[in-house]
């Protein structure tokens, strides 16, 4: 099942427990706008080259619509349309004040140079500007993206509207990004899995972690739980998979990748099959890299008894159902990785008031964001007698029904 027709089907299943119209349903699903331009650049050697880009503005009835831009050669319409869905009920989950949104570019950036991203990055925000905008939709770095790529955004786009360092958030800190914005998404992480082990009277110390995924999600999330007293005993990245039954040091693996471009040959811990990774046995498995990597073929093997799922959709509902009879506790993607979008709301206020927070209010505060969005899906749980992922949908697409009725849907 690819990831549009998985994330319609569990809006549709909280819909259902809803009790929702059916013509507010397929409301709600049919995205608000579909962007397809093409994107032809001269090539550093003086041939062209021509690229699709997309961005697909789902929702906008609880605010301006919110969502990365990512870069990646197997970028297509199904999968950013199915992103961006999921971005407006995890803003919704979040309660911050935005829609969904998301958009990408079907290129391999490995293999073009610095100035060929420029040029890429800056036509593809010509083709866009006038459907973007501060309380209109605004996009912030994904897959393959950064803060460089922001700043190429802000730049093109304030050549038509003036300086409007709102208009993209994940920005560098000398152009209003916010501090603690690269942490975010992996401390969300943190504080969301504390929040969920909590509940069964445990903490992070003493649980034993694997991590699948080590770019700045994973590696952040690994050096906080780590920090935190939590034992993180195997991690993986496209380059391999290293293991240490007694805890991998997590800053030494982080320096070993950063100087080997990924942690192949790390001696702090065996060599494993990648493949192995999801199976091993452990406390709580974090997801951080690809979408559709627990399916139904592995799902009976896996041994966590938590799986706090900080990529996006990373879960099959196929294999949801497996390990739901199994009895492991999946913390869904809309609220387990939603710390990156709210530290961007966060960014965005501070642009909007022209007012820099210090980075320990940009964490005490997310902090209290993340803790409050699992007590609002738990609540959600109970009343709907449903698992956390449908607590998690129902919680969001309630959140954005209620907003589209207010501001005079009618059936």
Known sequence: MNALAATSRNFKQAAKLLGLDSKLEKSLLIPFREIKVECT???????LASYVGF???????????????????????DEVNALAQLMTWKTAVANIPYGGAKGGIGCSPGELSISELERLTRVFTQKIHDLIGIHTDVPAPDMGTNSQTMAWILDEYSKFHGYSPAVVTGKPVDLGGS???DAATGRGVLFATEALLAEHGKGIAGQRFVIQGFG????????????????????????????????????????????????????GGDAIDPRSLLTEECDVLIPAALGGVINKDNANDIK??????????PTDPEADEILSKKGVLILPDILA????????????VQNIQGFMWDEEKVNTELKTYMTRGFRDVKEMCRSHHCDLRMGAFTLGVNRVA??????????
């Open 304 to 313: 966590a008894k938590y799986i706090i799922e900080a990529a996006n959709h």
């Open 41 to 47: 650049i001269p090539k550093d050697d003086g041939t």
């Open 179 to 181: 501090l603690g914005r």
């Open 216 to 267: 700045n999600v994973g590696s952040w999330a690994a050096q906080l739980i780590s920090e935190a007293g939590g034992k993180v005993i195997a991690i993986s990245d496209v380059t391999g998979a290293v293991k240490n039954s007694n805890g991998l040091d997590i800053t030494k693996l982080m320096k070993h990748s950063s100087e080997n471009r990924g942690i192949k040959g790390f001696d």
């Open 55 to 77: 961005r697909v503005q789902h929702d906008n009835a609880r605010g301006p619509m919110k969502g990365g831009i990512r870069y990646h050669h197997e970028v297509d319409p």
């Open 337 to 348: 990785n939603s710390g990156g979008v709210t530290v961007s709301y966060f960014e965005w």
């Open 402 to 411: 209620r907003a589209t009725v207010l501001r005079g849907w009618e059936a």
